[in-house]
């Protein structure tokens, strides 16, 4: 009995890993799209110009995402933001 309980839990667990898992890759591949979209001049950069047309919550975050001041975020900077 007590086995069937402790592999109950694991198959619960590895279903709510594999559900997250899902979820975040999910998250990433639209992140992925609306970037590409959004790069008008396709230079893996969005400035702010960019982001208020194609990715206005970003563009709403401009300045946290891009914390080195640069006048641009990456793909890379907007997936950290969308993790926190």
């Not at 309980?5 to 639209?30: C, G, K, N, P, Y």
């Not at 982001?51 to 401009?62: I, L, Q, S, T, Y």
Request: avoid cysteine; charged fraction near 30%; glycine fraction near 4%.
């Amino acid at each position: 009995m007590k086995l069937q309980i402790q592999f109950a839990l694991l198959a619960a667990a590895l279903s709510v890993m594999t559900h997250t898992a899902h979820a975040e890759s999910f998250r990433d591949r639209q992140i992925d799209e609306r970037f590409a979209a959004a790069d008008k001049n396709n230079d893996g950069k969005l400035t702010l110009d960019e982001a208020r047309a194609g990715m206005p919550r970003v563009a709403d975050n401009f300045d946290k995402i891009d914390s080195q001041k640069r006048g641009y975020v990456t793909l890379e900077q907007i997936k950290a933001a969308a993790d926190k």
